[in-house]
């Protein structure tokens, strides 16, 4: 471990020679860890100083108090769904990767070898639930395939380490092709876009658009 921790203390004299003292450290790993084996479990120590009444330091003595503090790797997860949009009851890829921090080239790497659980919430719902788990490669990526039933969001998410935190992927979005239906010996769809943001409504600035064998025939307001 190089440089300083930072700290700050305020203690208050309850007795002659006693006093009690509160404060937090700061710890920087840019500056102040050199070493990934310093995610690690770490013992609280204190130093005392006894000072001459005209200044100068008399004595000091350094002591370990009861208590510890397990300092952990910062862990992230990202995650990616495709084709979009997909076909409901097909096969759909889901993507990612898990990094953490390294303190020695003070970037995030990939975390080999570790089980990372696929979870789902179903578009409307607020509930996750894990659908499957997978194993992070030697760069930390992360891919599955599973089948697509209905619209919603998924999301991979890892529990920790001894060494590193958890980490849960920003959600990404899958859902349904357009359905398409038979008319005249060919199939159509509907096609509804937006102008300015603003939901369908079926009047004013909406324009509706009609699709015959994936070219444009037709479009009014």
């Given at each position: ?7 700050g ?49 008399k ?15 910062w ?18 890829t889901?993507?990612?990767s ?11 790497t ?35 395939t ?28 899958s859902w349904?092709?357009?359905q ?18 603003a ?13 015959a ?9």
């Open positions: 471990m190089s440089g300083g921790l930072r700290s203390f305020t203690c208050y004299e309850t007795s002659l020679q006693i006093a009690d003292c509160e404060g937090s450290l700061y710890i920087d790993p840019r500056y102040d860890l050199d070493s990934n084996n310093d995610a690690t479990t770490w013992k609280i120590g204190v130093l005392t100083q006894l000072w001459k009444p005209r200044g100068g330091l004595a000091e003595k350094a002591i370990t108090v009861p208590g510890t503090v397990k300092v952990k790797r862990a992230k997860a990202t995650v990616n769904a495709s084709p979009e949009p997909v076909t409901k009851g097909k096969t759909i889901v993507t990612g898990l990094k953490r921090a390294d303190w020695v080239k003070h970037t995030y990939g975390y080999a070898g570790k089980t990372v659980s696929l979870q789902f919430r179903k578009k409307g719902s607020s509930v996750y639930s894990t659908v499957k788990t997978a194993t992070s490669s030697s760069t930390g990526a992360l891919k599955t599973v089948k697509a039933s209905v619209d919603g969001y998924w999301r991979w998410t890892f529990g920790g380490s001894s060494t590193s935190g958890t980490a849960t992927a920003t959600a990404t979005g349904s092709a357009p398409k239906h038979s008319g005249n010996g060919s199939y159509f769809e509907w096609l509804l876009l937006q102008r300015d943001g939901p369908f409504t079926g009047r004013g600035r909406d324009l509706r658009v009609l699709v064998s994936g070219q444009v025939v037709d479009a009014w307001r």
